[in-house]
Every structure is written in C-alpha cells, then in structure tokens.
T-cell receptor, first 112, second 116 residues
Framework: AQSVTQLDSQVPVFEEAPVELRCNYSSSVSVYLFWYVQYPNQGLQLLLKYLSGSTLVKGINGFEAEFNKSQTSFHLRKPSVHISDTAEYFCAVSDGFQKLVFGTGTRLLVSP | DTGVSQDPRHKITKRGQNVTFRCDPISEHNRLYWYRQTLGQGPEFLTYFQNEAQLEKSRLLSDRFSAERPKGSFSTLEIQRTEQGDSAMYLC??????????????FGQGTRLTVV
C-alpha cells in the first residue's frame, strides 16, 4: 500500500523568505509524485509532478521539488514566497494507473 | 472555461435524506474520480471510472453510496440516508488515460455537504 506523510501541519513564513514543505512517501512499486495547492473553498490545482527523468522538477508559481529515492522524499520549495501563496498544500503519490493517495496537507501561512 | 464542473457547490440536508451530486469532466477525459475530503484532512479516494465502467471502489464507499457514469460522460454520486459523518467536501477529478503512466488529474471545485 502507498502512503504519504506531511510532517508539518502548518508552516508560518514571512513574505519574500524561502520555504520548504516536507513530504515523505512509502510505496512498494514505482511511484509518481505530485504536489497540489488548495485555496479556501476551492478544488485542487496541480503545482508540479514527478513521473520520471530529472529528479528536480519545476512547477507553476515558482515552486520546485526534488525527488529523492533513497530518502523517499519529495520536498517542495520556493526561494521567495508571496502573500498569495497562502494556501493548503498536498503531496500525493500514485502508482500511475489509478487513484492518488494524499497526505494530510500543510497549511502555508505567509505574513507581511 | 472547460474545466471539471461540479453541481451543486453547497448542499445542506437533514440526516436521513438522500442527496445526489453531479460532476461534468473535461470533455475528452475518459477517467473520472470521486474523492472525499473532511476538515483538516487530505482528499481520500472513493471510486473511479474509465469510460462508463466503475473499476475500483474504496472501502470508504459504504452501501449507502452509489456512483454512476452513464455513457461515459457526466457522473453522479448519490448518498442515501445521510448521516452526520457524511459531512465533507466531495471532489471530482478527471484525467486522460492515453497509456501509462497517466499524468495530471484535473479537479473540480467540489461540493460541500453539510448534514444537520
């Protein structure tokens, strides 16, 4: 079975500071990894995905993530956050064929 | 905008009533998924369709829940005899399975159900 752990339920950060949101996964098969963002009362929007190839993945809104197979991690980073990045961020894993398995989410709170 | 559309956006119902939600996927997408998200949690998989065939159902999908996707287009999720524990956001997503592995699943804005 696949699972995702997001250790930080909430990450406060000041505007223009860097941020890292942590994600660890477990899977017995090849994995495909995703980060989604959810704004209040909205659905989920894909930030980036790792399917294969380069372990450093760049996404929308200046976010990037690095797939680390030995540490079973897929941490999300942004070098300089904006107030508008305040949202809930979900890491998810898939075996590529069917459903996504999500973590419990990390709330990013950006203050001026 | 031709994204995934869900209706209604909000539903308040009394315990014991039946409710039905609708999802219209992106037109060329042949896979459609239903997820449930409770407060403070990530979405949990309920079921998915490829075209009109329902290929997997989660153990979360009790006998009171039924999903259909007639003709492989829109889908409905019905909950019978609602309970307070059914209160959640119900999310629909669709993707194009043109082979393996699949890429991005596009999500609708969800239907928030409150059972009182």
């Amino acid at each position: 079975a696949q699972s995702v752990t997001q250790l930080d339920s909430q990450v406060p950060v000041f505007e223009e500071a860097p941020v890292e949101l942590r994600c660890n996964y477990s899977s017995s098969v090849s994995v495909y990894l995703f980060w989604y963002v959810q704004y209040p009362n909205q659905g989920l929007q894909l930030l980036l995905k790792y399917l294969s190839g380069s372990t450093l993945v760049k996404g929308i809104n200046g976010f990037e993530a690095e797939f680390n197979k030995s540490q079973t991690s897929f941490h999300l980073r942004k070098p300089s956050v904006h107030i508008s990045d305040t949202a809930e961020y979900f890491c998810a894993v898939s075996d590529g064929f069917q459903k996504l398995v999500f973590g419990t989410g990390t709330r990013l709170l950006v203050s001026p | 905008d031709t994204g995934v559309s869900q209706d209604p956006r909000h539903k308040i119902t009394k315990r014991g009533q039946n409710v039905t939600f609708r999802c219209d996927p992106i037109s060329e997408h042949n896979r459609l998924y239903w997820y449930r998200q409770t407060l403070g949690q990530g979405p949990e998989f309920l079921t998915y369709f490829q075209n009109e065939a329902q290929l997997e159902k989660s153990r979360l999908l009790s006998d009171r829940f039924s999903a259909e996707r007639p003709k492989g287009s829109f889908s409905t999720l019905e909950i019978q005899r609602t309970e307070q524990g059914d209160s959640a956001m119900y999310l629909c997503a669709s993707s194009l399975a043109a082979g393996a592995p699949e890429g991005e699943a596009f999500f609708g804005q969800g239907t928030r159900l409150t059972v009182v």
